[in-house]
């Protein structure tokens, strides 16, 4: 197998779980607006819950993902490892976007304010600042030895810099409604609502890894073209 | 050791007679620090707000902003012909060079601050004296936070079309834990309390520098070339 | 049962989530189709 087929079965099976994804999305749709009670005092603004928690899920584990990669990368210099990590990294752009909007759109009704200062916000906004960043970095270097040794350093930096926002703004305050779901007695959230939570969590992720298959596919597919063209320039 | 710290100083010293004999970036990053002191005085409603309540702020971020016209300077004297080059040929670490960096930096940024808090305190009016030792405490700390990860950043965007851009969107989040610890401790000194209040960010400034210091340095001999 | 009146916001989110999760896919299809 060439590594051209090699990435051109990532791209088919990324596209593969993605459409099936989308679909699985959709019945999320249907079951969250549709089959899951309204919640009694928030009201229908409670199920963006079930859409801006895995999404925001989805984005954090996109820059872990990033920021381990980086990490790999700097350790075994396999240029593969870079092309994965600025595939996450964009993904986790991607769901940044419906996390850094949704949230908002939930506390203007939940909280009364559109945005809050709190320890997660602004550890998530910065991550978000930093993961654009991060991409425009990759964009403004063009050797790709020095774009995959800078960018893992600034995933890295990035990685180890979130702790410290997150402690700074506990330092400051916070607000942010406590985890309802990992509590040890029992779930606070009622059983169906539960489930169509637990369901968007794992569409969510499973979408992620379709993105970042098909995002990595199209990295792969880049270097190799950029290769063949440095091949027939010379 | 010693042998890593003389390299240091030698590629320090270089950095701050190369800066000496020109001054182009400390006299435009001092013109700059006064310039934002005396806009932000003005960046107020003043019947309803204080100078003394925007004054920590104000220090910090003319602070920040100063030492970032200068960090870009640092590597961008050895890209011009190739000087980087040079530097690693010589048979020493690679760490000497970041060491070096920083340090040139440190003086750098210390010299913009010692001659900003004087007209800070011109200029705000604030009962800054009898509070000083604790003052140069929290401007240490903060500052060598800042330009530990500054002189990291800017040894990589250099090497970038648009580096004056690319470094303050890649180092103002990392600015984050450090500015708003010292704006903190700042407002406390100012206000006359006892610095054991603000314990908890002295710790988180400090943390800061230690991490940061040590992950720069490794992080730094792998932006080189092989 | 009365619920406080926010079904607005509701769609507002469940619609911007669908656009910006579509419009990402559609952007990785064309990029990949493109590349091939």
């Known amino acids: ?234 | 050791m010693a042998d890593l710290l003389r390299a240091a100083a030698a590629i320090a010293l270089k950095d701050l007679a190369v800066e000496w004999r020109t001054k182009t970036a400390l006299v435009s990053s001092l013109a700059f620090a006064v310039l934002v002191l005396a806009v932000l005085f003005f960046a107020r409603d003043p019947t309803a707000v204080g100078a003394v309540d925007v004054a920590p702020g104000a220090l910090w971020v003319t602070f920040t902003f100063a030492a970032m016209i200068g960090l870009n300077r640092a590597f961008l004297m050895e890209r011009d012909n190739r000087a980087l080059d040079g530097i690693l040929l010589a048979p020493i670490p690679r760490t000497a060079l970041f060491l070096g960096k920083v340090a040139a930096n440190l003086v750098f940024v210390a010299a913009v601050e010692v001659v900003s808090v004087p007209l800070f305190v011109l200029f705000y009016d604030v009962p800054l004296w009898r509070r000083l030792p604790e003052l140069t405490l929290v401007i240490g700390t903060a500052t060598f936070a800042f330009v530990v990860v500054g002189t990291l950043l800017s040894s990589m965007v250099v090497r970038t079309r648009f580096s004056e851009l690319m470094l303050p969107l890649l180092l103002l989040p990392f600015l984050v834990p450090p500015v708003v610890g010292a704006v903190q401790v700042t407002a406390r000194v100012l206000a006359g309390r006892p610095l054991s209040e603000a314990l908890g960010w002295l710790r988180l400034l400090l943390a800061f520098d230690i991490v940061f210091f040590v992950l720069s340095t490794i992080l730094f001999t792998a932006t080189l070339d092989e | 049962m009365q619920y406080p009146d926010n079904g607005a916001f509701m769609v507002a989110a469940y619609v911007i989530t669908a656009v910006v999760v579509v419009a990402y896919a559609v952007s990785l299809f064309v990029r990949l189709r493109n590349v091939k």
């Open chain 1, 1 to 234: 197998m060439t590594p051209r087929d090699r990435a051109l079965t990532f791209a088919r099976r990324g596209t593969l779980l993605t459409g099936a994804m989308l679909v699985a999305l959709a019945g999320v749709y249907v079951r969250a607006l549709m089959f899951t009670p309204i919640e009694r005092f928030q009201g229908p603004a409670q199920k963006i819950f079930y859409v801006h928690a895995p999404a925001a899920w989805s984005a954090l584990l996109a820059f872990a993902v990033t920021g381990i990669l980086s990490i790999l990368y700097l350790w075994l210099r396999d240029r593969r490892l870079d092309v994965a990590a600025a595939a996450s990294a964009e993904v986790g752009v991607a769901f940044s976007m419906v996390m850094l909007t949704t949230g908002p759109i939930w506390g203007k009704p939940i909280w009364g304010t559109w945005w809050t200062w709190d320890a997660r916000l602004t550890s998530t906004l910065f991550i978000f600042l930093l993961f654009v960043g991060y991409m425009v970095l990759r964009g403004a270097l063009t050797d790709p030895e020095v774009r995959a040794r800078y960018s893992a350093v600034i995933g890295i930096m990035g990685l180890v810099l979130v702790p410290f926002i997150h402690f700074t703004v506990f330092l400051f305050r916070t607000l942010h409604p406590d985890p309802v779901l990992m509590k040890p007695e029992k779930p606070s959230l009622p059983g169906d609502m539960l489930l169509t939570l637990l369901v968007s969590f794992g569409v969510f992720t499973l979408l992620y890894v379709g993105f970042l298959t098909q995002r990595y596919a199209l990295g792969l597919l880049r270097e190799l073209r950029d290769e063949e063209m440095a091949h027939a320039v010379s």
